[in-house]
């Protein structure tokens, strides 16, 4: 029973993936639209507006600021672009290898219920 527990690990995960295949695609395709409109504003632009969000004056400006904690707008938005490009890549990687997969299937009925189950027409 032990031996099959990897094997079982893996269907689900696969299974899971295939599911998984549309959201996946369509937060890829969601990204790179993302990150068009960012590219159509010069750089300038945009840092007006994230450091619009950073407190100066008032009240705020006397309250005591987190230990540890990288208050640079610029750095925080840098790190949020990464990690959404990071996320694109893995997810088409993903897409990719799924993609793939259900192209070499050799059985007809199997690769027509995988295409079905991902919602492409030819892979």
């Known amino acids: ?14 299974e899971q993936d295939l599911r998984d295949y549309h ?19 010069p750089r300038e632009v945009w840092e007006s507006l994230l450091g619009a969000g950073t407190a100066q004056y008032g009240i705020e400006a006397s309250l005591p600021k987190a230990q540890g904690v990288n208050s640079d707008v610029t750095y925080r938005e840098a790190q949020k672009l990464l990690r959404k490009w990071e996320r694109m890549k893995r997810y088409e990687r993903k897409v990719k290898k799924l993609e793939a997969s259900v192209a070499m299937l050799q059985d007809e009925r ?14």
Do not use: F, N, S, T
């Not at 029973?1 to 696969?14: D, F, G, K, N, S």
């Not at 199997?110 to 892979?123: C, F, K, M, N, T």
């Open 1 to 14: 029973m032990v031996e099959l527990e990897p094997a079982l690990e893996a269907i689900q995960r696969v």
């Open 23 to 41: 959201w996946m695609a369509k937060e890829i395709h969601d990204i790179q639209d993302w990150d068009k409109h960012q590219k159509q504003y």
């Open 110 to 123: 199997e690769r027509a219920v995988a295409e079905g189950i991902l919602g492409i027409e030819d892979v």
